[in-house]
């Protein structure tokens, strides 16, 4: 994947795709351009950012591991969203959506601080496995004794520093515009490796006679991304709306604070952030970038967000009724076959109309 801007930002080399992350926010899935080198592709790419060019150009072996991060990002939203009327649809798949995520709103927040997360995770990784070229394990550690937890830092330390500057250098450098969006997205993209640094762990192992902790060695590790996923849900559900705040004599959108009345707070660090009301995602609209949810499987008892009430908006939803048939009730006879009954049941599904 790379980063392209100011039309896209974000290309991704996966197989069988790559994926193109438009600066409004959308992705646009190219086929079958696997086969061109990072090169070509540096080259061929409209709207790279000059500097995100510079990096495709003299990091290629980046530019594979980028697009896997931020696969992974958007593989994790719609895990977290499987069960929201909107479930990050538009993001990885093979059309354009031109107007996705148009709106600033904690949706967007989400995508940008999931996808800048998923960049860190990813390079942090192959450092840690010396996938990477310029990188490895935190050298900073290596060797050095912890005086007051009396163990010392050993085996590989993931360098999530790097990591988290080069999602900085490369993600953040698609935000040309001088605009509320961009410092709403630079936000969202720092708050999404933020959690991802302070999930770092530390692992330890005791080294002695039979277990016995003589020294003890320690190196951190990262989170697994779902971790991550589970805590930018969180922060999700918590997003804070902000407005921006311009410098008096140029005008320019200069920092955020909470929009509150009379507030004059800054959104924490750790804050997703959103400067626009969500669309409800039940209709299509171009506009939003809402998909809608016709035909969306719900579930009739559920008073959840996946129950059919909820989900279909009110618009009803039809009824599916099949057949499930299974092998059951396996004797294993002397000598030497198996016998298996069929079982079978009637089961329904539910999709919006
Ligand atoms: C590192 O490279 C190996 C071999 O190509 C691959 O199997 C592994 O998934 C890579 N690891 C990361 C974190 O990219
Ligand atoms: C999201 O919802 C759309 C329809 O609203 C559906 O076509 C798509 O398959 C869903 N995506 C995922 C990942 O569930
Ligand atoms: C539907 O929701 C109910 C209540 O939350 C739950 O017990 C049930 O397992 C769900 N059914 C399916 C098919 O997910």
Redesign the pocket.
């Known amino acids: 994947m790379l980063l392209l801007s100011p039309r896209s930002a974000l290309v991704s080399v996966y197989c069988p795709q790559i994926f193109l992350l438009l600066s409004s926010g959308s992705y646009l899935a190219l086929s079958s351009v696997v086969a061109l080198g990072a090169n070509i592709i540096c080259n061929k790419i409209p709207g790279l950012a000059p500097r995100q060019r510079a990096i495709c150009q003299s990091r290629p072996d980046a530019i594979i591991v980028i697009g896997e991060g931020a696969q992974m990002g958007i593989n994790e939203c719609q895990y977290q969203f499987r069960f929201g009327r909107w479930n990050c649809s538009a993001l990885g798949e093979k059309t354009v959506f031109g107007q996705e995520l148009r709106v600033g709103s904690r949706e967007a927040a989400f995508t940008y601080a999931i996808t800048a997360a998923g960049v860190a995770h990813a390079v942090t990784a192959a450092c840690s496995q010396g996938n990477l070229s310029n990188c490895g394990c935190d050298r900073e550690k290596q060797g050095y004794y912890n005086q007051a937890e009396g163990w010392k830092w050993g085996g590989c330390s993931a360098d999530v520093r790097y990591g988290i500057d080069f999602s900085r250098r490369f993600v953040d450098a698609r935000e040309i515009k001088k605009n509320a969006r961009r410092l709403m997205n630079l936000h969202n993209n720092e708050a999404g490796r933020k959690v991802l640094e302070d999930r770092m762990q530390l692992e330890c192992k005791c080294h002695g006679v039979s277990g016995s902790c003589t020294t003890k060695t320690c190196w951190t590790t990262l989170p697994k991304f779902r971790e991550v996923g589970h805590l930018l849900k969180e922060k999700y559900n918590a997003a804070v709306q902000v407005e921006v705040v311009r410098a008096s004599r140029l005008r320019q959108p200069t920092f955020l604070r909470i929009k509150q009345l009379r507030s004059y707070q800054k959104p924490m660090e750790t804050d997703l952030v959103y400067i626009e009301k969500s669309p409800n995602y039940c209709e299509e609209d171009a506009a939003t970038g809402s998909v809608g949810t016709q035909g969306r499987l719900c ?1 009739r ?4 967000a996946d129950g059919c009430d909820t989900m279909c908006c009110g618009r009803g939803y039809n009824t599916h009724q099949y057949t499930k048939v299974w092998q059951c009730n396996c004797k294993f006879h002397w000598c030497c076959f198996v016998k298996c009954n069929t079982c079978s049941e009637r089961t329904e599904v539910f999709t919006c109309k």
């Open positions: 579930n008892t559920s008073p959840g």
